[in-house]
């Protein structure tokens, strides 16, 4: 029984041992599961901080690239916004240094173009300066019987080259009738009364006359007879100042109407001649009007008359041109004579002046109603 008790006591601690044992391994095996857990736990969180430490890079990675390509485009904007503004800048330097090179280009080939005209012309110039000479010597001397002389034969070499263009002869009876009419100037103080006896005389010859050409003996009696004698009148009445104005306006007006429309001449001003240009005119109208007001103001006394004259004058001066081109071009010839070497004729030269002559007349005549 002893033994018995003894053998249970030992199984007893035998179990206790078993049991305790196993508590042992249960217990080793739950920290080996808690271990092994955290150990996963920890690898997990290392996976996870890797994942958010590589999320991390990508998103730097990407913000890095965001940063960069928009650096990159603003950049390439700048550079194109800084290109864009040195082509402009360079455009604009090109167009300005084009149109300098084309303003120079302008002025040097007018340059050119009247010293080719003036070389061209150059028998033209020098006769126009030996006539302005002789016109200021003429006019400073202001001596009566000298000027009338001078204009008397200028206006028989008229007269000759008017008989040219109606195709009528200058015969005995014309010169004869065209002295008187000078001598008459000169002794009358009524050049009207002159010039209706002469013409009188001519209609009565003209009425005895049975040729058919008769009535044409008249013609010259009217152009150019008769603004010659306006011509004479404005020295005779009104004294050498005003036909000096007169002679000179109209002299640069017709300086500048040839040459302006040599250079800048495009459109046809009329059909009487073909050579005459609008632009040509327009030069001519706005020199003489220049210079006939500026030195008009001490002629007529004032300004405003002196612009108004000029205005009229130069005008009639175009219209006088224009009539002698038609009157020669009916008559199928270029110039009225040869007499004048580059100019032509005396009425080529002077026909300009004989209708501004006309009108220079007619204001001078309102101007002593008015006064």
């Not at 013609?219 to 002679?247: C, D, M, Q, R």
């Amino acid at each position: 029984m002893q033994n018995d008790s003894q053998a249970q006591a030992m199984n007893a601690d035998a179990q206790d041992i078993s049991t305790s044992a196993t508590n042992q391994n249960i217990n080793t095996d739950s920290n080996n599961s808690l271990n092994h857990g955290t150990n996963i736990d920890k690898q997990d969180n290392i996976k996870i901080n890797s994942s958010n430490s590589l999320q991390s890079e990508n998103l730097s990675i990407e913000n890095n690239k965001i940063t960069n390509e928009t650096s990159s485009t603003e950049s390439y904007k700048n550079n194109q916004d800084s290109n864009i503004s040195t082509d402009s800048f360079n455009t604009q330097e090109t167009n300005i240094a084009q149109n300098n090179l084309n303003q120079t280009s302008t002025i040097s080939s007018a340059q050119s173009g009247i010293k080719s005209l003036v070389m061209q012309d150059s028998t033209r110039v020098w006769s126009a300066i030996v006539m302005l000479v002789a016109v200021i010597i003429v006019l400073g001397m202001d001596n009566v019987v000298l000027t009338w002389l001078v204009m008397g034969i200028i206006y028989l070499l008229a007269m000759k080259e008017g008989a040219n263009i109606y195709k009528i002869p200058f015969g005995i009876f014309s010169i004869s009738m065209s002295v008187l009419l000078w001598i008459g100037l000169y002794f009358s103080s009524n050049s009207f009364a002159v010039v209706a006896c002469v013409l009188c005389i001519i209609s009565l010859y003209c009425v005895t006359d049975n040729s058919e050409s008769s009535t044409k003996n008249l013609f010259p009696f009217i152009y150019p007879s008769l603004p010659f004698v306006a011509i004479y009148v404005i020295y005779n009445e009104y004294g050498v100042g005003f036909l000096a104005w007169l002679i000179a306006t109209i002299c640069v007006a017709d300086i500048f109407a040839f040459y302006g429309g040599k250079i800048l001449g495009k459109t046809q001003l009329c059909s009487a001649s073909p050579n005459k240009t609008i632009e040509g005119a327009i030069c001519g109208v706005i020199s003489g009007v220049v210079i006939g007001s500026i030195f008009g103001i001490g002629i007529f006394g004032g300004f405003s008359i002196a612009f108004l004259a000029s205005i009229f004058i130069v005008i009639l001066s175009i219209i006088g041109d224009l009539v002698e081109s038609s009157l020669k071009r009916r008559a199928q010839i270029k110039d009225s004579s040869s007499i004048l070497p580059g100019h032509g004729g005396v009425l080529d030269r002077i026909d300009a002046l004989m209708f501004g002559a006309v009108g220079m007349l007619l204001i001078l005549s309102l101007l002593d109603i008015y006064q």
